[in-house]
């Protein structure tokens, strides 16, 4: 097998040893529990909002976890979407949706399998819709992430304060890289490669060693 063949296994292996990268969480949970005072529920708004930035190289967002309130009354839902964030608001359609169920008691519900691949260094925004309620839902408090805030809409507009985040957790994997079924099959390809290159030497070989055997000239193979 050639160097190039060598070259080309040495750099598959490189890329899987790369995809074990640990995943990264971004969490603006307070701690010691019970909460500081600081942090309080959102209170007459219809609509909450994070901004955040994907880490450089964990870019799949998979699972997003947030605090709300009681419910009061009786249970409920909120939808849960991400959305590209410009200017202060949502742009285009929504990149995943989801519905999470309100209990009547403080929860922590966890959107999970969310399995979206976002872009490095472009801002994304996490909106919870009350869908039309607009009493205590979701907890927030000081900022404490640099890379985004919380933002609140009462139907109108989106309104930015930046002295805040929601308090929330996002679990980010790391970015793709080629699987091992590639590697396999790459393995496959170079090893069938190798194989006919070695029968087309062993054939070469007999067939000079015939015709010195009977005296007749050595043909010279094509250059490759």
Known sequence: MNSVHIIIIAGAVTLLAGAASADVLIDTYPTPSPYPSQNHFTDGFL?????FTPPAENTVLVSWTFELAARYAEPGNVQFSLFEWQAGAPVGPSEFTATVPWPTTVSDPVVSDINLSLTPG????AVIDLLGYSYSSVLFGPDAYSSGNGLWNNGIAW??????????R????????PSVGVFVLL????WRMWYHDALRRVESRRLTNRCRQRGMAVPVPLSR
């Open 47 to 51: 609509f909450t909002a994070q901004t």
């Open 122 to 125: 472009k801002q994304y925004g």
């Open 159 to 168: 309104i930015n304060y930046p002295q805040y985040d929601l308090t929330f």
């Open 170 to 177: 996002a679990d980010f994997e790391p970015t793709p890289e």
């Open 187 to 190: 393995t496959l390809v170079l």
